[in-house]
């Protein structure tokens, strides 16, 4: 069985700071991992997503994020916060089956 | 080129009735997928359709929901006989192919609401 953790509910960071959002996966095995930001009122947007090779993935918008094996994990990390970073982010991992098993999310809320 | 679009955008009902749910999807994109997001929780798998074969129906919750797909084009999600506990927002995502690395692409949701 596959599943996802984001053991933040809620994440504080000043505008400018580094951040990073927490995901963990449980996979049987290769796992194919991705990254969803949802906006008010608006579908989730397709960041990014680790499928195999470099373990330090780029996305949209600065964001990128680093596979880690060992710790079976896949944070979200951006170097400087945006006030429009604000938002709820999913994790979400696939493995056998087509559809994807999606974290709890956890809300981003950056500070001017 | 247009996303993947659904209505309608806001849907309220009454306990009981019935209610359609429509998904357009990507033009060109073979699988459609239908998911379903509580208020402050994740998303849930509900069903998934590739091409002309079989839907996978394993993650609909009871036989009230069905669904179905014209085709590699729109598909309509059904619920019939709604009940409170299925006020939520029913979102429709779209992938190219079935690989697993193929990203699925989401559109901006049915935000359901049953009195």
């Known amino acids: 069985a596959q599943s996802v953790a984001q053991p933040e509910d809620q994440v504080n960071v000043a505008e400018g700071n580094p951040l990073t959002v927490k995901c963990t996966y449980s996979?049987?095995?290769?796992?194919?991992l991705f990254w969803y930001v949802q906006y008010p009122n608006r579908g989730l947007q397709f960041l990014l997503k680790?499928?195999?090779?470099?373990?330090l993935v780029k996305g949209s918008y600065g964001f990128e994020a680093e596979f880690n094996k060992s710790q079976t994990s896949f944070h979200l990390k951006k170097p400087s916060a945006l006030v429009s970073d604000s938002a709820l982010y999913f994790c979400a991992v696939r493995e056998g089956a087509n559809n994807l098993f999606f974290g709890t999310g956890t809300r981003l809320t950056v500070i001017p | 080129g247009a996303g993947v679009s659904q209505s309608p955008s806001n849907k309220v009902t009454e306990k009981g009735k019935d209610v359609e749910l429509r998904c357009d999807p990507i033009s060109g994109h073979t699988a459609l997928y239908w998911y379903r997001q509580r208020l402050g929780q994740g998303l849930e798998f509900l069903i998934y359709f590739q091409g002309n074969s079989a839907p996978d129906k394993s993650g609909l919750p009871s036989d009230r929901f069905s669904a179905e797909r014209t085709g590699e084009s729109v598909s309509t999600l059904t619920i019939q006989r709604t009940q409170q506990e299925d006020s939520a927002v029913y979102l429709c995502?779209?992938?190219?192919?079935?690989?697993?690395?193929?990203?699925?692409?989401f559109g901006p949701g049915t935000r359901l609401t049953v009195l």
């Open positions: 996979v049987s095995g290769n796992p194919y």
């Open positions: 995502a779209s992938s190219y192919g079935i690989t697993r690395t193929d990203t699925q692409y």
């Open positions: 680790y499928i195999t090779g470099d373990n």
